[in-house]
């Protein structure tokens, strides 16, 4: 068990006409969509980030000195790294046998591995969102329009950015893509938003918001977002160390074990710039 031998990778011996395949997986867009703290050259691995309250002006009265000095609060949010890895075991024997070349393979995966984690730690930050939009009913416009007019009310930084699973999506693509029932032909007109949705099947920005196809987003319990993006924005990925993959020879074992390690933290600096949107998922029939 978790040894990987001839047996297990039977598939790719060099009998075997048709080469190995790597399994496909969505892109991981979240880390880009993210405040990102770089802690990789601190001795404390923590990212403290605080916030600023808010004091109140007030009407003054010629020749009256202030007399109501107001404090200067801040609220401190703290993101904690911790390592992430995964490891695989190649013998010698497979090794010697394969057709591919099978420890690059096996490095490629590793990473893999490590992007679905941490697109999938960022995903979750969404469920913390201060407002939720959806209820578990099907995407609309109104909730688009909505989660702007929630995040610009706050107000939340800018730019926003919104992200749904290709299945949600599909509900606002249907929006765009009217059909005739009788003639199953398009009933758009030239020129429209639905014509560059027929062309491309992306929808793109709505309401001046990029749409983001996130395939990682579990479906059971689909719950996408917009929030406020990029640098200073809602969602935190402090690192304190880049991943790497590493090899250690296990004599005794004829293998060769890679080992990949990496360290960060993901957290929410504000909760209010977050709008979790929870739709239905459900497979396209």
């Not at 997986?25 to 990789?40: G, P, Q």
């Not at 890895?85 to 024997?93: F, H, S, V």
């Not at 919104?162 to 059909?179: A, E, K, R, W």
Request: charged share 20%; with cysteine.
């Amino acid at each position: 068990m978790g040894v990987t031998s001839t047996t297990t990778l039977a598939d790719t011996i060099e009998t075997v006409l048709e080469s190995a395949r790597y399994t496909a997986k969505h892109k991981a867009i979240m880390a880009n969509l993210s405040w990102k703290i770089d802690r990789t050259a601190n001795k404390n691995p923590q990212a403290r980030v605080p916030y600023w309250g808010t004091v109140t002006a007030q009407a003054l009265s010629e020749g009256v000195d202030l007399a109501n000095p107001q404090s200067m609060a801040d609220t401190l949010v703290t993101v904690t790294p911790a390592e992430v890895g995964a490891q695989i075991l190649l013998t010698d024997k497979l090794v010697r046998d394969n057709s591919e070349d099978v420890i690059r393979a096996a490095g490629r995966i590793l990473g893999d591995a490590m992007e679905y984690k941490r697109d999938c730690d960022l995903i979750g930050q969404l469920d913390d969102g201060t407002n939720t939009l959806g209820s578990g009913s099907a995407a609309t416009l109104g909730h688009i329009a909505a989660a702007y007019a929630i995040l610009a009310g706050v107000p939340a930084q800018k730019p926003f950015a919104c992200v749904m699973h290709p299945y949600v999506i599909l509900d606002l693509v249907d929006v765009f893509t009217p059909i005739l029932p009788a003639t199953n032909t398009y009933s758009g007109s030239v020129g429209s938003v639905g014509d560059e949705v027929l062309r491309n099947y992306m929808v793109g920005r709505l309401f001046g918001v990029p749409i983001y196809e996130e395939g990682n987003i579990p479906t059971a319990t689909c719950k996408g977002g917009m929030f406020s993006a990029g640098e200073g924005g809602a969602l935190i990925l402090a690192t304190a160390k880049e991943w790497e993959v590493e090899s250690e020879r296990d004599a005794s074992l004829r293998a060769t074990e890679l080992n990949i390690v990496g360290e960060y933290g993901v957290g929410e600096y504000l909760a209010d710039w977050i709008v979790e949107l929870y739709h239905d998922a459900t497979a396209p029939a």
